[in-house]
T-cell receptor, first 116, second 111 residues
Framework: DTGVSQDPRHKITKRGQNVTFRCDPI?????LYWYRQTLGQGPEFLTY????????KSRLLSDRFSAERPKGSFSTLEIQRTEQGDSAMYLC??????????????FGSGTRLTVV | GQSLEQPSEVTAVEGAIVQINCTYQ??????LSWYQQHDGGAPTFLSYNALDGLEETGRFSSFLSRSDSYGYLLLQELQMKDSASYFCAALYGGSQGNLIFGKGTKLSVKP
């Protein structure tokens, strides 16, 4: 397995545009998480899926953000009408259902979004 | 809301031992994890403590005291490659996916 893959690695967009990021988790992991990280801060939880079901969303996640995991495999995170405050590293992680804490989350290298 | 506190920066020399502390809010706490992140890299899982006591994994050990709402990561025989940010992370309440991360401690290892 090649680990958690995220695409693209970098995205520069103009304010007001929509962007979509993709995450491919480790194949046997049925849990998938999205986090956001800004410089000098820890990862901040956005949402998570168990298989195809989105089980939890952060209250910080505005209506402009939406995530899907249609077949319980890859996931997409879309941001509509981007704002400069959305500039951050968007991290995807996956884990086993059982042992998610014993074995931890496996993070991808992230998508760095810059809104200009 | 829940939050974790850890020092922002620590500096140590090669071969030394360093301890990175983390305090957390007790209500609904399940367990404490530690992650390492090199500049420009992805966070990588180091350890998890659900019960009080010390867990050892090679040069790294992690400790938890539920009565003190406190944990630490101990790094021994420091190497230059250990220079990175270290995050403590905890799960609260009924959430099964919302792992709360601290702001991280930037460790600089000097020769």
């Amino acid at each position: 397995d090649t680990g958690v893959s995220q695409d693209p690695r970098h995205k520069i967009t103009k304010r007001g545009q929509n962007v979509t990021f993709r995450c491919d988790p480790i194949s046997e992991h049925n849990r998938l998480y999205w986090y956001r990280q800004t410089l000098g801060q820890g990862p901040e939880f956005l949402t998570y899926f168990q298989n195809e079901a989105q089980l939890e969303k952060s209250r910080l996640l505005s209506d402009r953000f939406s995530a899907e995991r249609p077949k319980g495999s890859f996931s997409t995170l879309e941001i509509q009408r981007t704002e400069q405050g959305d500039s951050a590293m968007y991290l995807c992680a996956s884990s086993l259902d059982a042992g998610q804490f014993l074995y931890g989350y496996t993070f991808g290298s992230g998508t760095r979004l810059t809104v200009v | 809301g829940q939050s974790l506190e850890q020092p922002s920066e620590v500096t140590a020399v090669e071969g030394a031992i360093v301890q990175i502390n983390c305090t957390y809010q007790t209500s609904g706490f399940y367990g404490l994890s530690w992650y390492q992140q090199h500049d420009g890299g992805a966070p990588t899982f180091l350890s998890y403590n659900a019960l009080d006591g010390l867990e050892e994994t090679g040069r790294f050990s992690s400790f938890l005291s539920r009565s003190d709402s406190y944990g630490y990561l101990l790094l021994q025989e420091l190497q230059m490659k250990d220079s990175a940010s270290y995050f403590c992370a905890a799960l609260y309440g009924g959430s099964q996916g919302n792992l709360i991360f601290g702001k991280g401690t930037k460790l600089s290892v000097k020769p």
